[in-house]
């Protein structure tokens, strides 16, 4: 998916601490907040931009707040249970599914309603996308598991709108509580690229033994405004081909999950796609680090710095990932320089 409409600057996240999320300046507006601490809250406006919070943190003491920043004053608005602040270039919206026995309803209703929104706001081009859910490993009153429900739900709303094969960097994964939480980033224009991963297999391609519908994501999405472009990383595991590999190891897992990420930034997958040059770990940032067992945090910390900069913004959540045998999951954000 490529167009040309050009928006002038990319959009920008930082990690900050939970008190501090609010904080704007003259040339520094919130476009959207993200906090992830010991409780959820559903999306609401607060001055006059959306937050969201997600119940990822084991205590009040290891939150943090993902924060949007746009140059540009921030509209803030409401459409049914969504929650959006926009400024002329880019929206960011979340919205909240709460805890319910039918998932595959309920994600329907919500992805309409977000691409009713995103038209209707004249910001079409989603570049990336977030779900948190709760129990996301666990059987619905169907004997289906609740992420297995949330996949039929989505393909069905991107299957009428033409868009299954069309979806940018996404991720799904586990909270603490509170049912499904998503967000998103769109635009108005820019040129885009959603970028596969030659090692796997394009998720929406997915066999049926992994749920009655396929995942809808790209392994990552190339995204520029008119100026330098950013590379938003899919959430990773340690899959080769569509299996999962290395099971019970969060070591070998983890390491498979790193090449992964390699493999898509890498010059060699980005050559393909005419985005040369390519990138390494040490490019990533924005990284957040997803780990099913608390007991393995210490040993997938010391894996990462292995690999990570030590100035990148980086945090590790214990998290249920969407298929049970994955111990560990990755995602960030390469910032390129240059023109491109
Ligand atoms: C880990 C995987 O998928 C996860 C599920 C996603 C989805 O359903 O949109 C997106 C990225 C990951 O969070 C994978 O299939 O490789």
Redesign the pocket.
């Known amino acids: 998916m490529k167009s040309t409409l050009l928006p002038a600057y990319a959009p920008v996240s930082t990690f900050r601490s939970p008190g501090d999320a609010h904080r704007t300046t003259p040339e520094q507006h919130t476009l959207g907040v993200v906090t992830f601490t010991d409780g959820w809250a559903r999306p609401r406006l607060r001055d006059g931009h959306p937050e969201v919070g997600l119940h990822l943190a084991g205590s009040s003491g290891d939150g943090f707040a993902e924060v949007w920043i746009s140059p540009r004053p921030v509209t803030g608005g409401e459409f049914g249970d969504i929650t959006y602040g926009h400024d002329g270039e880019y929206v960011f919206c979340a919205t909240h599914i709460p805890e319910t026995a039918d998932y595959p309803t309920a994600t329907e209703t919500a992805y309409s309603a977000l691409l009713e929104l995103l038209t209707s706001l004249g910001y079409p081009q989603i570049f990336r996308i977030w ?1 948190y859910m709760s129990d996301i490993n666990a059987d619905s009153p169907r004997g289906m598991e609740v992420y297995r429900e949330f ?1 039929v739900g989505r393909a069905k709303v991107l299957e009428r709108h033409g868009m299954s094969h069309d979806m940018p960097a ?4 586990g909270a603490h509580g509170g049912g499904i939480f998503l967000y998103l980033l769109a635009c108005r224009g820019g040129t885009q690229v959603n970028i596969e991963n030659p090692r ?1 297999v394009p ?1 929406y391609h ?1 066999p049926s033994k992994y749920g009655p519908k396929s ?3 790209a392994r990552a999405t190339y995204f520029a405004p008119d100026g330098p472009g950013r590379i938003f990383v ?4 340690a ?1 080769l081909g569509h299996q999962t590999m290395h099971h019970g190891d969060v070591e070998r897992q983890c390491r498979l999950a790193l090449g992964n990420i390699a493999q898509v930034i890498g010059t060699g997958t980005l050559s393909a796609y005419d985005l040369e040059p390519g990138h390494g770990l040490a490019d990533l940032d924005q990284i957040k680090v997803y780990v099913r067992r608390t007991e393995d945090m210490d040993r997938v910390r010391r894996i990462c710095r292995e690999y990570f900069a030590p100035t990148a913004d980086i945090v590790f959540l214990n998290a249920d ?3 049970s045998d ?1 111990l560990v ?1 990755i995602e960030g954000i390469v910032a390129r320089t240059g023109s491109s």
């Open positions: 779900h996949c996404a991720t799904v994964i796997q998720a997915y995942p809808n994501f899919s959430g990773t595991a899959i990932i969407c298929r994955l999951e």
